[in-house]
């Protein structure tokens, strides 16, 4: 175990012994960074704690207390402003140590204005202290695309951007025609009308369907009564709608509460955290987050740091937040949630009956979904690192290689000969370090040369690359050629390898490299006559095999845009008159070849560098085109 801290540094001792007992925050430093923020109710007992004896210490605590060489304070009034100011700085610092919520999801609410006279039904991805009404969230495109289609199918508010005028009544649009919208902006209903209409909304929005369902079946039996039993299927329609949206969410309270459930599940290292959302009584979503280096801390203390940046973040607070465990201040957390709604919060630790019920649902999940995680991560490191052990056991290398290079050469029957170079790093590819090549020496369909030519491109842009940037005290990498491959796989057999061998060795250098010859998917080395065979399922195989077919797709894909663009250029170059700086001005203008052939000699003439006996030009050589 690390000796105490203290006993390192007299800058340390000093501040310890003068440390106050008030409540705020405190930030553990590192050689001038900051690698954790926490806040204490007293900063005198909670900073001293950390170095008076390392043995309560969990493994995560106590590496972060051998790093530790400075630390800072800010004072606070109350235990809730510690707790805001925490959030504070643990978003701007994203500290090391701290639990971080790495999710960028922000999902999307409904947001009704009703500061305005003919509020609309609006999707949004933030929730902000406005004095609008939000509803949601809504996990998933679908599921908010579904209810959106169904509000607007039901009530007939207006869709539409456009400025209210009511002095100024416009004409109204289709949708008021099928009766779809109150026309608000011709005039044609009261604020009071229209706000009603809004309020059934808005109640379908917070999943109270039952009244509704009540007024729209009996709408329908007056219409089918009387006999117009086009309104009666259009009313049917709705409320098969709604019974859909019904079934989908299951009800889990008679009492219609508005409910967030949290749980967390651990496995020593990371800590994967449950929601469920509750709103009037119907579970209506969820969705779990990865914590990492979140495994051994207190279930409370990971469910408030969770609780603080998932609300902060823009998720809408409910009346009442369920959870697996109360952290150490529940008290401060629940008052910090109570100024973000501006409204009452009750922060519960259940222990029987239904919201007991629905906790355990939620730790369930958590527990499934780390499980699902942790596969996903072991199959992930199988295909990648673990591919890259493999390769390096096979082809006797003594470390596994960390940037393994593709190259594939593409050309048609010689013409515009191109290859490719494609980056793998631990086994995920690289795209920003992909590259093209031109082969400029080589004439006709000469894979072999083609290949050493490329070759010997890179390592010597390589070798001149790193002495440029060691000339001015730069490091190796961060250029666009500097960054050298642990591996070269050549796509093709003993032949094309030996080409690109002797290139490298001409470039002065002697990375490890490897031919695949398709037919057989055998690995050749160089100077070695009899090839290797890897078992059809194995991990280094796969790998391989997906860096040698990106390669393949990668100098493909610019070989047909070039064979395009030669195309193009070709038909441009036999009109008189029309030379590269025309062609380029056309084709920038026009964007492709269909839209300039059926351009007219005004249109053509428009383009920027085209005269008017240019475009007539071109206009004449594109109708005879037509004609003939």
Same mark, same amino acid.
């Given at each position: 175990?690390?000796?105490?801290?203290?006993?390192?540094?007299?800058?340390?001792?000093?501040?310890?012994?003068?440390?106050?007992?008030?409540?705020?925050?405190?930030?553990?430093?590192?050689?001038?960074?900051?690698?954790?923020?926490?806040?204490?109710?007293?900063?005198?007992?909670?900073?001293?704690?950390?170095?008076?004896?390392?043995?309560?210490?969990?493994?995560?605590?106590?590496?972060?207390?051998?790093?530790?060489?400075?630390?800072?304070?800010?004072?606070?009034?109350?235990?809730?402003?510690?707790?805001?100011?925490?959030?504070?700085?643990?978003?701007?610092?994203?500290?090391?140590?701290?639990?971080?919520?790495?999710?960028?999801?922000?999902?999307?609410?409904?947001?009704?204005?009703?500061?305005?006279?003919?509020?609309?039904?609006?999707?949004?991805?933030?929730?902000?202290?406005?004095?609008?009404?939000?509803?949601?969230?809504?996990?998933?495109?679908?599921?908010?695309?579904?209810?959106?289609?169904?509000?607007?199918?039901?009530?007939?508010?207006?869709?539409?951007?456009?400025?209210?005028?009511?002095?100024?009544?416009?004409?109204?649009?289709?949708?008021?025609?099928?009766?779809?919208?109150?026309?608000?902006?011709?005039?044609?209903?009261?604020?009071?009308?229209?706000?009603?209409?809004?309020?059934?909304?808005?109640?379908?929005?917070?999943?109270?369907?039952?009244?509704?369902?009540?007024?729209?079946?009996?709408?329908?039996?007056?219409?089918?009564?009387?006999?117009?039993?086009?309104?009666?299927?259009?009313?049917?329609?709705?409320?098969?709608?709604?019974?859909?949206?019904?079934?989908?969410?299951?009800?889990?309270?008679?009492?219609?509460?508005?409910?967030?459930?949290?749980?967390?599940?651990?496995?020593?290292?990371?800590?994967?955290?449950?929601?469920?959302?509750?709103?009037?009584?119907?579970?209506?979503?969820?969705?779990?987050?990865?914590?990492?280096?979140?495994?051994?801390?207190?279930?409370?203390?990971?469910?408030?740091?969770?609780?603080?940046?998932?609300?902060?973040?823009?998720?809408?607070?409910?009346?009442?937040?369920?959870?697996?465990?109360?952290?150490?201040?529940?008290?401060?957390?629940?008052?910090?949630?109570?100024?973000?709604?501006?409204?009452?919060?009750?922060?519960?630790?259940?222990?029987?009956?239904?919201?007991?019920?629905?906790?355990?649902?939620?730790?369930?999940?958590?527990?499934?979904?780390?499980?699902?995680?942790?596969?996903?991560?072991?199959?992930?490191?199988?295909?990648?690192?673990?591919?890259?052990?493999?390769?390096?056991?096979?082809?006797?290398?003594?470390?596994?290689?960390?940037?393994?290079?593709?190259?594939?050469?593409?050309?048609?029957?010689?013409?515009?000969?191109?290859?490719?170079?494609?980056?793998?790093?631990?086994?995920?590819?690289?795209?920003?370090?992909?590259?093209?090549?031109?082969?400029?020496?080589?004439?006709? /369909?000469?894979? +072999? @040369?083609?290949? =050493?030519?490329?070759? $010997? &491109?890179?390592?010597?842009?390589? *070798?001149? !690359?790193?002495?440029?940037?060691?000339?001015?005290?730069?490091?190796?990498?961060?250029?666009?050629?500097?960054?050298?491959?642990?591996?070269?796989?050549?796509?093709?057999?003993?032949?094309?390898?030996?080409?690109?061998?002797?290139?490298?060795?001409?470039?002065?250098?002697?990375?490890?490299?490897?031919?695949?010859?398709?037919?057989?998917?055998?690995?050749?080395?160089?100077?070695?006559?009899?090839?290797?065979?890897?078992?059809?399922?194995?991990?280094?195989?796969?790998?391989?095999?997906?860096?040698?077919?990106? /390669?393949?797709? +990668? @100098?493909?894909? =610019?070989?047909?845009? $070039? &064979?395009?663009?030669?195309?193009? *250029?070709? !038909?441009?170059?036999?009109?008189?008159?029309?030379?590269?700086?025309?062609?380029?001005?056309?084709?920038?203008?026009?964007?492709?070849?269909?839209?300039?052939?059926?351009?007219?000699?005004?249109?053509?003439?428009?383009?920027?560098?085209?005269?008017?006996?240019?475009?007539?030009?071109?206009?004449?050589?594109?109708?005879?085109?037509?004609?003939?």
């Amino acid at each position: 175990m690390p000796a105490p801290v203290q006993q390192k540094n007299e800058t340390l001792t000093l501040k310890l012994r003068t440390l106050p007992e008030s409540p705020g925050c405190y930030l553990m430093r590192s050689q001038g960074k900051i690698i954790y923020v926490g806040k204490a109710i007293n900063l005198k007992n909670r900073v001293r704690s950390y170095f008076q004896s390392s043995r309560g210490h969990s493994p995560k605590v106590a590496a972060m207390v051998a790093k530790i060489d400075d630390f800072d304070i800010m004072l606070c009034d109350t235990n809730l402003e510690a707790l805001i100011l925490e959030c504070n700085l643990i978003k701007l610092h994203r500290p090391y140590y701290n639990i971080m919520l790495r999710d960028d999801k922000q999902y999307p609410y409904v947001r009704v204005d009703l500061a305005q006279d003919f509020p609309r039904l609006e999707i949004v991805r933030r929730v902000r202290q406005d004095g609008a009404r939000y509803f949601g969230p809504f996990y998933g495109a679908g599921g908010i695309r579904e209810v959106m289609q169904a509000a607007n199918l039901i009530f007939p508010l207006r869709t539409c951007t456009r400025p209210m005028r009511p002095d100024k009544p416009t004409r109204p649009c289709l949708h008021h025609q099928l009766g779809r919208c109150l026309a608000p902006c011709a005039g044609q209903v009261s604020r009071a009308a229209y706000h009603a209409a809004l309020q059934n909304a808005m109640d379908f929005l917070n999943g109270k369907y039952q009244g509704l369902l009540e007024e729209e079946r009996a709408a329908m039996r007056e219409a089918s009564d009387a006999r117009r039993y086009e309104q009666a299927a259009m009313i049917l329609q709705r409320i098969q709608t709604i019974e859909r949206l019904m079934q989908r969410q299951k009800a889990v309270s008679v009492a219609g509460e508005d409910q967030d459930v949290v749980a967390v599940a651990q496995d020593g290292l990371d800590a994967m955290v449950q929601t469920l959302v509750v709103r009037s009584g119907r579970m209506v979503g969820g969705d779990h987050y990865a914590l990492e280096r979140a495994g051994d801390a207190p279930v409370g203390e990971v469910i408030e740091r969770f609780l603080t940046q998932f609300y902060q973040d823009g998720g809408a607070v409910p009346r009442e937040i369920l959870i697996q465990d109360l952290p150490e201040d529940a008290d401060g957390l629940e008052a910090w949630l109570r100024a973000l709604k501006g409204g009452a919060v009750s922060l519960h630790k259940p222990q029987r009956g239904q919201k007991r019920a629905l906790v355990l649902m939620a730790e369930k999940n958590a527990q499934d979904a780390l499980q699902k995680r942790n596969a996903h991560l072991q199959s992930q490191a199988e295909r990648t690192t673990g591919a890259a052990q493999a390769l390096a056991d096979a082809l006797g290398l003594t470390v596994p290689p960390r940037r393994i290079e593709g190259y594939d050469i593409s050309n048609t029957q010689g013409a515009l000969s191109v290859a490719s170079m494609v980056v793998c790093i631990e086994g995920m590819a690289s795209k920003k370090d992909y590259r093209h090549f031109r082969i400029k020496t080589v004439e006709g /369909a000469n894979d +072999f @040369a083609s290949m =050493h030519e490329v070759i $010997l &491109r890179r390592f010597t842009h390589a *070798a001149k !690359e790193i002495a440029e940037r060691d000339a001015r005290g730069l490091p190796p990498d961060g250029g666009g050629f500097s960054e050298l491959p642990d591996l070269v796989l050549v796509d093709g057999g003993p032949q094309q390898l030996a080409f690109a061998h002797r290139a490298m060795r001409e470039a002065g250098y002697d990375i490890p490299m490897f031919g695949l010859a398709k037919k057989l998917e055998e690995i050749f080395l160089p100077g070695m006559e009899q090839p290797i065979l890897l078992p059809r399922h194995s991990p280094a195989l796969h790998l391989i095999q997906r860096l040698r077919d990106e /390669a393949h797709r +990668f @100098a493909i894909t =610019h070989h047909r845009a $070039l &064979r395009g663009k030669s195309a193009t *250029a070709s !038909e441009l170059e036999a009109i008189p008159g029309v030379g590269p700086a025309r062609r380029k001005a056309l084709l920038k203008h026009f964007h492709n070849m269909a839209a300039l052939r059926s351009a007219s000699a005004e249109e053509l003439a428009a383009a920027p560098g085209v005269s008017r006996d240019a475009a007539q030009a071109v206009y004449l050589h594109f109708l005879a085109q037509r004609e003939g």
